[in-house]
């Protein structure tokens, strides 16, 4: 935080505020994003999240001398943060694999988030100690617009959203009460047609009982 306070001309309390804001907006915009995400499907989300992500640390890094850059970039971070977060990529992974191998996959995925902040982590460090603070935030800003341009094509992402599989299935429903209707309905007209077929049977019966007669008195009038 020092070299940072001290090229950019501000207080390590107003440094601390952005990093405030930065949480607080990530914590009140998981929840959007989420509803977003379901409503018009996670790839849409991801990389409108991942490129406010990006635009996010890159103002932070060439924020010297602009009134607010500071307070804008943790708030353009903090929506970042929501929407390519675990949050959404966990209910999308949900979606998208299959039952059996569900559990399985939500573990890869959690497990490779915490093993990206375990590397992350260091990574900013080396390249603040070898570069600067400045090729730290726009290298992290890279790396949020890669999250960008993966989500745009990753085949993963072009499932159904909440909305469209509930339409499928409200349509499925509709079709199976359809087909039960006409079943019903055919039920009906055949027991509104049950007392003339049970006429017709006995009037064959009838007429092959006195068939069977006509038949038996054949031998007798020969004889």
Request: net charge positive; glycine share 12%; charged share 10%.
């Amino acid at each position: 935080m020092r070299p940072l306070t001290l090229d950019l001309g501000v207080s390590a309390a107003t440094f601390g505020f952005s990093l405030a804001l930065q949480n607080i907006v990530w914590g009140l915009s998981q929840p959007v994003v989420g509803a977003l995400a379901d409503r018009h499907g996670a790839r849409p989300v991801l990389v409108g999240t991942a490129l406010l992500y990006t635009l996010g640390l890159a103002l932070m890094a060439f924020s010297g001398g602009v009134p607010g850059a500071l307070e804008l970039a943790g708030f353009l971070t903090g929506v970042g943060v929501a929407g390519t977060g675990l949050g959404v990529l966990i209910g999308t992974v949900s979606r998208a694999a299959p039952p059996e191998r569900r559990t399985q996959t939500v573990g890869v995925v959690a497990a490779a988030g915490s093993l990206g902040m375990m590397v992350l982590a260091p990574l900013g460090q080396w390249l603040i100690g070898a570069f600067s603070w400045q090729a730290a935030l726009v290298a992290f800003a890279v790396i949020a617009a890669s999250m960008a341009l993966l989500a745009a094509v990753a085949p993963i992402l072009g499932g159904d959203t909440t909305a469209d599989a509930t339409a499928r299935a409200r349509t499925g429903a509709e079709r199976a009460a359809g087909a039960v209707e006409a079943g019903l309905s055919a039920l009906a007209q055949a027991a509104q047609r049950l007392p003339a077929l049970q006429r017709e049977a006995s009037a064959i019966e009838a007429r092959l009982a006195r068939a069977s007669q006509a038949a038996d008195r054949i031998p007798a009038a020969r004889l």
